[in-house]
């Protein structure tokens, strides 16, 4: 036994520090959400222990079931037309077009703006009054422009995912072309060699081989999904009445502005245990290695 | 198996030493004030040698204002320092209650009344005695009612004290750009018939008659405060605390109103997505609207000690602008109400190591030196009667400044504000559900008489 602790003593020394900010950023504030979830506590004054009422609360709150749907709406409507649009993007970059870093830091940009100004401007691109798509809608005839997309509460939420794919399209396109580097080209010449059309190639050889850019865009826009705040918060508040509530923006409403932090506390752990199960399920699905390129032990 | 286990005891040592850590969630942060701190009573400004330095945390004045706030008093008063920090407002939400649980409150802090004030009583000392030795016993007389009434607001039964202290008040109300009237040959309307009237008559021009900037609640609920007032007046806040209930006609009706700010085209395409700021008051600064609902603030877009090169046309001397109160409603009330309140209020922390100075500071900036640079700005009204701008920079400037501070914030009678926070939020849903057609008037009003049920039951 006093073998093994002196033989793990050195890895175990050299684990501490990440062990210990791991606990202190990681594992205590989720112990605290835990505990503050069955409070009902303001934040600041003394919180009265309620058990699972927020629980309970929570799970009959129509908000949260909104809150809910949008975030099961917001992954796959973000993360398929950004992957989508990033790979052509990044097929027709990687084929040497003329400008073609030009157009790469162009397509980027937007990954890179505060999400604060994008939403101030894609607020006044679209306001139906005089926003740029308006004007663009009268000049063209195309009317449907000048809807009021971000003030219906039946688009709403549509309206800022397509800022959101706007937004981070430009970031997918960006890990593609990574991926698209890394491709053995001795494999493309011998597919050309084959016979294989650009078609053939691209479906059949190119896209399995970006499996693990795939697979990391989808953690990661699994990840950027359920931490959405910022371009929500500015666009639409979550509004009109609730309709692009995100699980983020309804905690922050809860906790800070109607000063219920045990019942927001519950929001983020409903928060957590979604991202949890989310990341282990990919683990299990696609093995632990997968972004890194590890096959999955059979 | 093996793993599992491993990864299980991992696991609940981490928990457990996270629950550790985690031992106070909940426990409260209010410390009685420390003995040799003067507290409730003993808070003296007067005659005290000032020194040392203290910390302010707000969103509220802007950070320049403040800057200069803060150097009048510090010239005044060599020794002393103060570290002023501006948030925007959702910001210094989290900042204060994170400070407030970690026992780093700031000395002094911007609070709006009712509910912020009420969260955080127990961090802030009464500051009665602060006014009284620095102002006399009649301080109360320097201040407008509604600043005082409100500065009191959600106090527990029997609790006379002030937890805070207003630094700015305002009415809500509508502003008109006077060039558009003048070109229509239309009348600032004091009725809701005339209202629809001059919208109808503006329509079709490259302007909205009426911008409503609703995406924001504050905004909704301020002008839907300014109609149901102007039904019946004061039945709102009887709804509120329970004496009256939210499905009462005149609220239902009021709900009604604004509904048709909607539904019958008096607000622009859209106004339920815009917001207030930036870009509601861009479009009307640019010329984009001939009326807009907001408050006696938007003075300030003529504030005299700003480059006068830099500021638009219309906002210059305020030569394109005229306010108006919200025009009144057929069967209501035969004049329109006031309405309005605190803009932001100081509070100073119940553990301040340096009492004197924070209650210095506080007392000057209300109506002192550090006050003359923020009403130098026309940032809002003063919460103190009698303190005026150093400079006009025009007569309309100077004229409408008049109208506030004499003939409109003394009347005011009634709080732009809920009490609680949570009807607050409840109206503010119900009336985006009523614009968007989700909700009739009746539903809104008994969505938020539901809130108020559960508020009630505590």
Known sequence: MRERIAKAGPGLLFLLPALILFVVFVVYPIVYNVQASTLRWDGVNPGVFIGLDNYADLFRDPV???????????????????????????????????????????????????????????????????????????????????????????????????????????????????????????????????????WQTTTRIVFPLLKHTHLSLLLLGIIGSLKTFELVYVLTQGGPNHASEMLPTFAFQEAFQLQSVGYGSAISVVLIVVAVTASLSMVRVFGSGFITGEEKRK | MKFSRKLGATAALA????????????????????????????????????????????????????AQMVSAFESDNPGTTIDATIFNYPEYLVDLQTRASSDTFPDIVGLQPGALTQQYRSNLMPLQQCAADTWGDDWQDMFYPIGLEQARAGNPEGDDNFYSLPILVQTVNLWANTQHFADAGQEIPQTWDELKSVVDAMEGNDYAPFLLPAKDGWLRNAVFLQIANNVEPGLVYQAESGDASWTEASIVEAFDYFGRLFSEGIAQEGAIGLDAYPSGANQFEAGNAAMIPLGAWWIQQSDPTKDQSTIPELSLGMEGYEPFLFPTIPGGASESQFVGGIDVSLGISANTENP?????????????????????????????????????????????????????????????????????????????????????????AAAVQSVQDEVLAG
């Open chain 2, 15 to 66: 928990a457990a030493g996270g629950l550790v850590l985690a031992g106070c969630a909940g426990g409260g942060t209010a410390e009685e004030p420390s003995q040799g701190q003067t507290g409730t009573n003993g808070t003296s400004a007067e005659g005290a040698d000032l020194s040392g330095s203290v910390t302010f945390r707000s969103w509220s004045p802007i950070e320049q204002t403040t």
């Open chain 2, 356 to 444: 004197d100075l924070a209650c210095a500071v506080l007392t000057d900036w209300i109506a002192g030196s550090g006050g003359q640079k923020l009403i130098d700005t026309m940032n809002d009204i003063p919460a103190v009667q009698g303190l005026n701008p150093s400079e006009f920079t025009s007569a309309k400037q100077e004229e409408i400044w008049n109208t506030f501070v004499e003939d409109w914030l003394p009347q005011v009678e009634y709080s732009r504000y809920f009490d609680d926070p949570r009807i607050d939020q409840a109206v503010a849903d119900a009336l985006a559900a009523v614009a968007t057609g989700q909700q009739t008037p009746d539903e809104a």
């Open chain 1, 64 to 198: 949260f079931h909104t809150a809910l749907k949008n975030s099961a709406l917001w992954i796959p409507l973000t993360i398929v037309p950004q992957a989508l649009m990033g790979l052509l993007l990044a097929l027709a970059l990687n084929r040497g077009v003329f400008a073609s870093t030009f157009y790469r830091a162009l397509f980027f940009i937007p990954a890179i703006l505060s999400p604060i100004v994008v939403g101030i401007v894609w607020q006044r691109i679209m306001d139906p009054f005089n926003g740029v798509l308006t004007e663009v809608g009268k000049a063209t005839g195309l009317d449907w422009l000048g809807g009021n997309f971000l003030s219906d509460p039946s688009t709403a939420i549509f309206a800022v995912i397509a800022v959101n794919i706007w937004m981070w399209t430009g970031f997918s396109m960006l890990f593609y072309l990574a991926g698209l580097q890394l491709i053995d080209t001795s494999v493309l010449e011998a597919a050309k060699v084959d016979g294989a059309s650009w």
